[in-house]
């Protein structure tokens, strides 16, 4: 298994423009989440995802979309970017959180910063 | 919101000490309580859990205390040894939901 993979590992925008980050997961798990981490400020919840088709926000989701149309996949899209949004972006999966199988396991982080 | 804090930001020993961080959370329905460790770079790895059923946990020289009453969770690592050092982050959620503490930086001294 490839665990959690992240593209890309390394990005510079412009103020205004969109991208997408991308997340994958070969484990089957149900859970995913993106965090983003800013130097003492640890790891922020962006948003999360209980199963396909079903996501919900988490602490700081402002700025950012995300879409789970199958179990594998987990996008992030910056719609318009900000420097503000200069940070290290962490997607994390977890196979079940009812049958004590919560572990989240992180990808190697994608590093984003925005002119 | 949820929220949860960790103290202290930054801890220093010797080696051979032992070190303790703790955590309180806000989120009475909270039931899950990992620990991870990050290395500069690298991703966060678990190195402990706890979930809401248990108050006590132990993994060799790293222990849990959870008093879900209080609401706050401690980790506890013995004879601290120099590839302990690293930032430890506490986290607190449920169904799915994970909200992390800020971080404890956490340094030991030969």
């Known amino acids: 298994n490839a665990g959690v993979t992240q593209t890309p590992k390394f990005q510079v925008l412009k103020t205004g423009q969109s991208m997408t980050l991308q997340c994958a997961q070969d484990?089957?798990?149900?859970?995913m989440s993106w965090y983003r981490q800013d130097p003492g400020m640890g790891l922020r919840l962006i948003h999360y995802?209980?199963?396909?088709?079903?996501?919900d926000q988490g602490e700081v989701p402002n700025g950012y979309n995300v879409s789970r149309s199958t179990t594998e996949d987990f996008p992030l899209r910056l719609l318009s970017a900000a420097p503000s949004q200069t940070s290290v972006y962490f997607c994390?999966?977890?196979?079940?959180?009812?049958?004590?199988?919560?572990?989240?396991?992180f990808g190697p982080g994608t590093r984003l910063l925005v002119l | 919101g949820e929220n949860v804090e960790q103290h202290p930001s930054t801890l220093s020993v010797q080696e051979g000490d032992s070190a303790v961080i703790k955590c309180t959370y806000s989120?009475?329905?909270?039931?899950?309580f990992p620990w991870y460790k990050q290395e500069l770079g690298k991703r966060p790895q678990l190195i402990i859990d706890?979930?809401?059923?248990?108050g006590e946990k132990k993994d060799q020289r790293i222990a849990v205390t959870l008093n879900k009453t209080a609401k706050h969770f401690s980790l506890h690592i013995t004879e601290t040894q120099p590839e302990d050092s690293a930032v430890y982050f506490c986290?607190?959620?449920?169904?799915?939901?994970?909200?992390f503490g800020q971080g404890t930086e956490l340094s030991v001294k030969p």
């Open positions: 994390a999966s977890s196979y079940s959180w009812a049958l004590n199988q919560e572990t989240q396991y």
């Open positions: 484990m089957n798990h149900e859970y």
């Open positions: 995802s209980v199963g396909a088709g079903i996501t």
């Open positions: 989120d009475s329905a909270s039931n899950y």
């Open positions: 706890i979930r809401s059923n248990v």
């Open positions: 986290a607190a959620g449920q169904g799915g939901k994970l909200i």
